[in-house]
């Protein structure tokens, strides 16, 4: 091989590896992002407080009506001797201040978790849900919901230039293989290993550096693996087309 032809073998290598770098970086964040998308979602509450007592019977009429409710996951009573025992245990000074209003000032309230898909239209559902009863008030986390929506759009950003990248690829393939003659196949076929190779030492490089992340499982979660070998299997393609165009033997 002559030392151009080395030189573009290797520029090659390197546009593998960098392939594998930026493909398994897309995965990783994607799936960071979808992952802490959904815990967050499945600790997302609203909470409905009532506006005075109800009897047990009463509370459970109420309860079977909000998990008829469209969109909603679950539903969970909460009695003002509840709530009071709650806050004894989180916030005992403040729970000693209330006793002075009376022997047990706080609401019963309902705890609704709402399908993730209500969140795209949460003052839509909320609304459904105020005219389910006479709340005194309903309460929710507004900052919560924008992170989840934006984890929401993030990952399907993701997601969508990783399968326009990867169409791309195998446009640039399907062009390759117009060009390809039987010979120049077969010579491609040693350089698309090692482009596999090299895309696979990018993406190891990427998750070696975010490693540590695995302590914190509410964030980590390893890509899918057939994804993975996706993105392999691009890079390889990658090498393989390129070496048509580009690479002298």
Same mark, same amino acid.
């Given at each position: ?5 080395? %030189? ?61 409710? $469209? ?28 006793? #002075?209003?009376?022997?047990? $000032? ?12 209500? #969140?795209?239209?949460?003052?839509? /559902? %909320? ?7 006479? /709340? *005194? ?25 990783? *399968?326009?990248?990867?169409?791309? %690829? ?11 003659? *039987? ?10 290993? /090692? ?26 979660? /390893? $890509? ?7 993105? %392999?299997?691009?890079?390889?393609? #990658? ?11």
């Amino acid at each position: 091989m002559s030392s151009e032809g080395r %030189i573009r073998v290797a520029s090659l290598l390197a546009l593998a590896a960098a392939a594998g770098l930026a493909g398994e970086t897309l995965l990783l964040v994607e799936r960071h992002c979808a992952r802490l998308e959904s815990s967050l979602s499945d600790d997302f509450r609203m909470v409905a407080f009532m506006s005075a007592s109800l009897e047990e019977s009463r509370a459970k009429v109420l309860e079977e009506k909000l998990r008829a409710a $469209p969109d909603v996951l679950d539903v969970r009573y909460i009695s003002a001797d509840e709530a009071l025992a709650a806050l004894k245990r989180e916030d005992p000074e403040l729970a000693e201040s209330t006793a #002075l209003v009376g022997d047990n $000032p706080l609401p019963a309230a309902f705890e609704v978790r709402p399908a993730p898909r209500a #969140l795209t239209r949460l003052g839509e /559902w %909320i609304d459904g849900i105020r005219r389910l009863s006479e /709340w *005194s008030d309903l309460r929710w986390k507004p900052g919560q919901v924008q992170t989840i929506l934006r984890l929401r759009f993030y990952s399907y950003l993701l997601r969508v230039a990783l *399968s326009t990248l990867l169409c791309l %690829i195998a446009a640039l393939a399907l062009g390759s293989l117009r060009l390809a003659a *039987s010979g120049a196949a077969s010579k491609g076929a040693g350089l698309a290993l /090692w482009a596999a190779a090299a895309g696979a030492g990018g993406a190891a490089f990427v998750l070696a550096m975010a490693w540590p992340l695995h302590r914190d499982e509410l964030l980590w979660a /390893w $890509p899918d693996p057939l994804a993975q070998l996706a993105l %392999i299997g691009a890079c390889a393609t #990658l090498g393989w087309s390129l070496s048509l165009w580009r690479a002298e033997y």
